[in-house]
């Protein structure tokens, strides 16, 4: 229980921290849309947590014994390269590539450094006995982590990508729960950080990009 309350704690911060530090500043821009979605994934994450996904687990495993497949090994990543191809072929999202290349690295580094940091707290046992590093699931946080980049890019163009990349998150979060792989908590609280971090990450951009700004600008004056 009290891991638990620790993921909870880690995941009611993980927006509000760029909600809140310079709340006066134009620079900083929150949503309902920002937060909601990934604090109701990862809630409902700890809420099916044990029963719920046990009981689901019997009977995937039951209806789906022989269930195999790779390309959830591959698809995480896909919403990101697409997001990154489509900016590469001159489709204009809202950062150019090289910007979009900075926001990607820094998303995946922050997501997967929570997911990972949770699984070596939590240390809760995989469906089918592999390790103890089930929750959260890592390859849900990188789908839907990368899927937000998609949307965060590309969608006020069109829902079509927002729907394309989310939809693959999906899929790849059901492909770990029906190859055994994980419980459907750790899915739900796999997709809420990748999307959580990922918000954070396009909030914050604007105020990296004007400090970077001023150190350049101090740095040259300095040197003139």
């Keep these: 229980m009290k891991a638990y309350l620790i993921c909870l704690f880690l995941l009611l911060q993980i927006l509000p921290q760029a909600a809140f530090a310079q709340r006066d500043s134009t620079l900083w821009k929150v949503t309902a849309g920002d937060v909601i979605p990934p604090v109701t994934l990862g809630l409902a994450g700890l809420i099916v947590q044990g029963k719920i996904s046990r009981h689901l687990q019997e009977r995937v495993v039951s209806n789906y014994p022989d269930y195999r497949t790779k390309w959830d090994e591959y698809l995480p990543y896909a919403p990101g390269v697409f997001s990154l191809g489509l900016a590469s072929a001159g489709v204009k999202g809202k950062h150019n590539l090289g910007d979009q290349v900075i926001l990607a ?120």
Excluded at 120 to 137: A, L, M, Q, T
Excluded at 138 to 150: D, E, K, P, Q, V
Excluded at 159 to 179: E, P, Q, W
């Design 105 to 224: 690295l820094l998303s995946n580094v922050i997501a997967q450094g929570v997911t990972q940091s949770l699984k070596r707290i939590v240390k809760y046992p995989r469906p089918n006995g592999e390790d103890n590093h089930s929750f959260p699931s890592g390859h849900s946080t990188t789908a839907f982590t990368n899927a937000t980049i998609l949307h965060e890019e590309y969608g006020q163009r069109s829902i079509l990508y927002s729907i394309g990349g989310y939809g693959t998150a999906t899929a790849v979060g059901t492909m770990r729960v029906l190859g055994n792989h994980h419980w459907l908590a750790d899915v739900l609280m796999g997709a809420g950080i990748g999307i959580g971090a990922t918000k954070v990450v396009y909030i914050s951009y604007p105020w990296l990009q004007q400090q970077v700004r001023r150190i350049k600008a101090r740095r040259h004056s300095e040197k003139n």
